[in-house]
């Protein structure tokens, strides 16, 4: 533990499962268990962390007990893992056989060693066969029994295929990286030349290594470096085919999906942003029954598949058209919002896109209610961009409403909160406030020009690159500002264009 607030970010990353494990684990020490559990729960009540706070309640001896309840908790939390966790199980059997092994019970330390390799050959963890390896090999050549020189080769010949698969594995986490890397330099390559390196530098290492992998775990990152590799290339054919063939390597392997389900989550959730950032929505509502027919185990992972499955199902609505099903889907964001612990700023990202598809579906009502939540109650500093994007939605909103008197007094403070916050007037988002600010004060016969006026300044931001643009807002304000000009509803326009 380095820092002061390493035993409070602990804490409040913990599930209530665990937290109840904790207490009653805690409870067993009798007075000294008492002591911490006072600490953890004062911890466990701030809503910010307050070390002076705890300094008046603890004492001088708050430095040592901080330390003493961090350690206390991941003792704790490896035994609660340990029920569920077959990785967990596997290192608490080889020091179990260690153990074993001090003792002279060499035929309970065979026993337990053998019960750890059969379920790290299940799990094709190469690492913890490996140690187990050496372990058995130790304990040969302590009993020497006879015919032990034959166990010796056959365990040198297992150590040699470990080490094999090991290497092969580790290598294709060396290229996943290396490719990962150039991803997120630049998503995708435009300049012919670096596509030509590309390809020479890994096309024919990639062909020649196509189902060639022996260990189960470097195949599924032979798929991940393949769906980089023609990331890069812009193929996105290629790209959908092993992403989707990484999910089903997870779907064929459920131990292995069990056991390391935020991976998976992972490479799901790479399939579904590679089908987002390629326009490929129709892909969405399939990989999506997937994600929501899994079977996460904690409430940490409920709560990420919770925000996988709303976050592209909102994409999904908002960018297909297909309005079936909206309804349901915001009761469960609004339960999810409060169900599961979510940080700031992807709660801030999953009500900006709820506002955004009740735009498109012109609910203003519901719009502005559900801005409000970011507007009034989520007051937080993160996602700046996000939160000068929704003053511009929901103007246009109150615009639509007819809301005069909320609409004046909504402009006069967001242009305040835009200078305070050091926007040029040049800005997309004070220019838009201005622009929607004459529209609303121009006499009913003016109003159409204006439109037009918006519909010129969006349409030049196209060639002024100079001017960011959060979230595409500038097609999304084209669209209203068409819609009404043409007298059309929104989403008309928008699934048209």
Same mark, same amino acid.
């Given at each position: 533990?380095?820092?002061?607030?390493?035993?409070?970010?602990?804490?409040?990353? $913990?599930?209530?499962?665990?937290?109840?494990?904790?207490?009653?684990?805690?409870?067993?020490?009798?007075?000294?268990?008492?002591?911490?559990?006072?600490?953890?729960? &004062?911890?466990?009540?701030?809503?910010?962390?307050?070390?002076?706070?705890?300094?008046?309640?603890?004492?001088?001896?708050?430095?040592?007990?901080?330390?003493?309840?961090?350690?206390?908790?991941?003792?704790?939390?490896?035994?609660?893992?340990?029920?569920?966790?077959?990785?967990?199980?596997?290192?608490? $059997?080889?020091?179990?056989?260690?153990?074993?092994?001090?003792?002279?019970?060499?035929?309970?330390?065979?026993?337990?060693?053998?019960?750890?390799?059969?379920?790290?050959?299940?799990?094709?963890?190469?690492?913890?066969?490996?140690?187990?390896?050496?372990?058995?090999?130790?304990?040969?050549? +302590?009993?020497?029994?006879?015919?032990?020189?034959?166990?010796?080769?056959?365990?040198?010949?297992?150590?040699?295929?470990?080490?094999?698969?090991?290497?092969?594995?580790?290598?294709?986490?060396?290229? %996943?990286?290396?490719? /990962?890397?150039?991803?997120?330099?630049?998503?995708?390559?435009?300049?012919?030349?670096?596509?030509?390196?590309?390809?020479?530098?890994?096309?024919?290492?990639?062909?020649?290594?196509?189902?060639?992998?022996?260990?189960?775990?470097?195949?599924?990152? #032979?798929?991940?470096?393949? &769906?980089?590799?023609?990331?890069?290339?812009?193929?996105?054919?290629?790209?959908?085919?092993?992403?989707?063939?990484?999910?089903?390597?997870?779907?064929?392997?459920?131990?292995?999906?069990? !056991?390391?389900? #935020?991976? %998976?989550?992972?490479?799901?959730?790479?399939?579904?942003? &590679?089908?987002?950032?390629?326009?490929?929505?129709?892909?969405?509502?399939?990989?999506?029954?997937?994600?929501?027919?899994?079977?996460?185990?904690?409430?940490?992972?409920?709560?990420?598949?919770?925000?996988?499955? &709303?976050?592209?199902?909102?994409?999904?609505?908002?960018?297909?058209?297909?309005?079936?099903?909206?309804? =349901?889907?915001?009761?469960?964001?609004?339960?999810?919002?409060?169900?599961?612990?979510? /940080?700031?700023?992807?709660?801030?990202?999953?009500?900006?896109?709820?506002?955004?598809?009740?735009?498109?579906?012109?609910?203003?009502?519901?719009?502005? /209610?559900?801005?409000?939540?970011?507007?009034?109650?989520?007051?937080?500093?993160?996602?700046?961009?996000? +939160?000068?994007?929704?003053?511009?939605?929901?103007?246009?909103? %109150?615009?639509? $409403?007819? $809301?005069?008197? !909320?609409?004046? /007094?909504?402009?006069?403070?967001?242009?305040?909160?835009?200078?305070?916050?050091?926007?040029?007037?040049?800005?997309?988002?004070?220019?838009?406030?201005?622009?929607?600010?004459?529209? %609303?004060?121009?006499?009913?016969?003016?109003?159409?020009?204006?439109?037009? @006026?918006?519909?010129?300044?969006?349409?030049? =931001?196209?060639?002024?690159?100079?001017?960011?643009?959060?979230?595409?807002?500038?097609?999304?304000?084209?669209?209203?500002? @068409?819609?009404?000009?043409?007298?059309?509803?929104?989403?008309?326009?928008?699934?048209?264009?």
């Amino acid at each position: 533990m380095k820092s002061n607030i390493d035993l409070y970010n602990l804490i409040k990353a $913990m599930s209530k499962s665990e937290k109840r494990y904790f207490t009653l684990d805690a409870q067993k020490t009798n007075r000294k268990g008492s002591k911490y559990l006072d600490l953890f729960q &004062a911890i466990k009540d701030m809503d910010i962390y307050d070390e002076e706070k705890l300094k008046k309640k603890f004492g001088v001896g708050l430095p040592h007990d901080k330390i003493y309840l961090y350690e206390a908790i991941l003792r704790s939390m490896r035994d609660y893992r340990s029920s569920t966790s077959i990785s967990a199980q596997i290192r608490e $059997m080889i020091l179990d056989s260690k153990y074993l092994y001090e003792r002279g019970l060499y035929e309970q330390c065979q026993d337990r060693l053998q019960t750890a390799r059969d379920l790290a050959r299940d799990l094709d963890d190469q690492l913890a066969l490996l140690e187990i390896n050496k372990e058995e090999r130790s304990l040969v050549w +302590q009993n020497r029994k006879k015919y032990y020189e034959k166990d010796i080769d056959q365990l040198a010949n297992q150590s040699r295929l470990i080490r094999t698969s090991f290497s092969e594995e580790m290598l294709y986490l060396d290229l %996943y990286e290396d490719l /990962s890397k150039l991803v997120m330099r630049q998503f995708e390559l435009k300049d012919e030349k670096e596509k030509t390196n590309l390809r020479e530098k890994y096309a024919e290492f990639l062909e020649k290594a196509r189902g060639n992998t022996i260990s189960s775990r470097a195949q599924r990152r #032979y798929f991940q470096c393949q &769906a980089l590799y023609h990331q890069l290339l812009g193929d996105f054919d290629n790209v959908y085919k092993y992403y989707y063939m990484v999910v089903d390597w997870w779907n064929a392997n459920p131990k292995y999906r069990d !056991e390391e389900f #935020y991976r %998976y989550i992972v490479d799901i959730s790479n399939l579904l942003h &590679a089908c987002s950032v390629k326009g490929q929505y129709h892909y969405l509502p399939d990989l999506l029954q997937t994600l929501e027919s899994s079977s996460p185990k904690n409430i940490h992972d409920k709560g990420v598949v919770f925000q996988k499955v &709303a976050i592209y199902k909102l994409m999904y609505h908002i960018n297909s058209g297909d309005f079936e099903g909206v309804d =349901l889907l915001l009761d469960k964001i609004d339960v999810g919002l409060t169900q599961f612990r979510i /940080s700031k700023g992807s709660k801030l990202v999953l009500i900006f896109n709820v506002v955004c598809l009740l735009f498109v579906f012109e609910d203003f009502k519901l719009c502005i /209610s559900w801005a409000d939540r970011i507007l009034k109650k989520e007051k937080t500093s993160s996602r700046q961009d996000i +939160q000068r994007a929704i003053r511009i939605v929901q103007v246009i909103a %109150y615009l639509e $409403m007819e $809301m005069d008197e !909320e609409l004046e /007094s909504t402009i006069r403070a967001y242009q305040r909160y835009f200078q305070k916050n050091g926007l040029s007037r040049d800005a997309f988002e004070f220019r838009m406030i201005s622009h929607l600010n004459r529209y %609303y004060l121009a006499p009913l016969n003016e109003q159409k020009q204006e439109l037009v @006026n918006i519909q010129k300044y969006l349409t030049g =931001l196209k060639e002024d690159k100079s001017v960011h643009i959060p979230f595409g807002l500038d097609d999304l304000f084209s669209y209203w500002a @068409n819609a009404r000009l043409n007298k059309q509803p929104i989403r008309e326009v928008f699934y048209v264009s």
